[in-house]
């Protein structure tokens, strides 16, 4: 083989390397930042595995929310209710009886929550939670 067809050789399966590696990191980057939302009813028929990093969407149950410096309130979708503590403020929109979606892991029965966000303003329910809710039949107001 000539050095020049060698080092073509050689160029071409440096380049499907590297395309390889790419490919690698993009399928990576997608699974780790690609969180999707899960209900409090998929959860317990479907728990995550131990230490999995998930979203929790739902509504925060009337009558369940415990302010301090550790707040506790249940998320729930009318048909499942989980637990969540979080340490933190909470956003000032947060209530109960409204949307919320949570990031953070199961431990046991209960999800400690990273982070806690909440509609911007009393017109908007993000779109994924409104689908979600409307796939189970279950109508939401406002």
């Known amino acids: 083989m000539s050095p020049r067809k060698r080092r073509r050789v ?15 990191l993009i399928i990576v980057g997608i699974g780790q930042g ?12 479907n728990p995550p595995a131990e230490g999995q990093t998930i979203r929790l969407g739902g509504l925060v149950k009337e009558g369940t929310w415990e302010r301090g410096d550790v707040h506790f309130f ?5 048909e499942a209710d989980i637990r969540v503590t979080f340490t933190g403020i909470v956003p000032d929109l947060f209530a109960e009886g409204e949307d919320t979606i949570v990031t953070g892991r199961m431990d046991g029965e209960l999800f400690r929550a990273d982070e806690v966000l909440a ?19 279950i109508e939401l107001t406002n």
């Open 10 to 24: 050689q160029l071409v399966a440096l380049g499907a390397v590297l395309l390889a590696a790419a490919s690698g």
């Open 34 to 45: 690609g969180q999707f939302f899960r209900l409090p009813s998929e959860i317990v028929e």
């Open 74 to 78: 249940t998320v729930t979708d009318t």
């Open 119 to 137: 509609k911007h303003d009393e017109e908007y329910r993000p779109k994924e939670l409104t689908d979600a809710f409307e796939e189970r039949g």
